[in-house]
């Protein structure tokens, strides 16, 4: 049975062209980085490059890329820093988050260090700016605004510059979660004005375990992880080198083919949309679906039914992929908590389809027969 795979935001195939960039420093060049002889010069030459291969792409400094594990590290890391070495007081997110935010909030909340809040959201689930600006206009502390650019979940998108501004307006630090977005969409780091952004390499075709913290140059902070003083002291220990170049390297090629990608993927969604309205009565969909949306994520909501709340389950029998909220947080069915904040309707059944340039229009229509025999 062949899978169809419609879960790409939660991680994404492995492009053939990323791997053949990694596979040598698998095999040949292996020296560790910090080594002083020429294998160990190989590899941090590699390391560097890929560096300046993704700040050019994201318009930003060299010195101001750090390499990290993923999203999950880099949304920490920026979290520390802005309550630790920026003086931030009091954090203003949403209740939409990804955990990697959400958990390190309510982490530090429950010591004295700082205090949060929680930005309105309105119907169509986007941040409240008017709101936003209301919470930092109040505060008599430095904040620290922590928003997603876009959501994993209904694929929202955040208007980062206007957020960027209220934030340089009253002092904030501002923090983006662009998981979703590096490898997405066209970001210029020197025209937003945040302090910290996280990238994740397996969201765009690269591998997992690597991602990137931005850091402004015009803040300084300290390091999170101690020891060798790799990454410019920012962050101890052997740099994961293949890692760091399929992640240079998956950055060019979605760079590269945007234009081309971003079309066709939006193509199939809109077709997914078409589809589900003709073919489903009561289909809803969750978030900005056909607004300030990212192209690769839909959500739909099906009426509750007993055969539709274990469609999951059936889809996954058929050997189709995909999710009822993040994927981060499977084996834990407790719902989603965007699904709930945004349209806590205990009467439909959420699944998100989210799509790649590998997938086509053959699988849309395999997926809707099966939908249709299903609800």
């Known amino acids: 049975m062949d899978r169809i795979y419609f879960d790409n935001a939660a991680t994404t195939a492995l492009d053939k062209e990323v791997l053949e960039a990694m596979l040598p420093y698998m095999t040949t060049h292996f020296g560790n980085p910090s080594s002083i002889y020429s294998y160990g010069r190989e590899s941090r030459l590699a390391i560097e490059t890929a ?3 993704v ?26 820093s802005a309550i630790r070495d920026l003086g931030c007081k009091h954090i203003i997110t949403s209740s939409i988050e990804h955990h990697a935010v959400l958990h390190t909030v309510e982490h530090y909340d429950t010591t004295d260090e700082i205090t949060s809040s929680y930005v309105k959201l309105l119907s169509s689930g986007h941040v409240d700016l008017e709101d936003l600006e209301a919470q930092l206009a109040s505060q008599p502390e430095r904040c620290l605004v922590t928003l997603m650019h876009a959501n994993n979940e209904i694929g929202n998108i955040l208007d980062i510059d206007a957020v960027g501004n209220l934030c340089k307006k009253y002092n904030a630090i501002f923090h983006s979660d662009c998981v979703q977005t590096v490898g997405h969409y066209p970001l210029d780091f020197r025209k937003t004005p945040v302090h910290f952004i996280s990238g994740a390499g397996h969201k765009f075709h690269g591998p997992k375990g690597v991602g990137i913290l931005y850091v402004n140059d015009n803040i300084k902070i300290k390091p999170y992880i101690f020891g060798g003083g790799q990454e410019r002291n920012m962050r101890a220990g052997t740099e994961n080198l293949y890692g760091i170049v399929g992640f240079a390297k998956a ?22 949309i078409e ?11 969750n978030g900005d679906q056909e607004g300030e949306c990212l192209y690769t994520v839909l959500s739909a909501a099906f009426p509750k039914t007993e055969k539709s709340e274990m469609i999951l389950f059936s889809l996954d029998m058929q050997g189709i992929c995909v999710s009822g909220g993040s994927a981060c947080s499977s084996g834990a069915d407790i719902g989603s908590h965007v699904i709930q904040a945004i349209n806590n309707n205990p009467n439909l059944v959420t699944v998100r389809f989210s799509f790649s340039k590998y997938n086509t229009k053959e699988e849309v229509d395999k997926v809707m027969t099966k939908v249709k025999e299903l609800i």
């Open 51 to 53: 560096r300046k291969t």
């Open 55 to 80: 700040a050019k792409i994201l318009n930003a400094h060299p010195g101001e890329i750090f390499f990290t594990s993923g999203g999950t590290e880099s949304n920490n890391t920026a979290i520390l």
């Open 251 to 272: 950055l060019e090629l979605a760079t590269n083919n945007y234009e081309n990608d971003s079309r066709y993927i939006q193509s199939l969604k809109t077709y997914m």
């Open 275 to 285: 589809q589900l309205r003709k073919n489903i009565k009561g289909v809803q969909f």
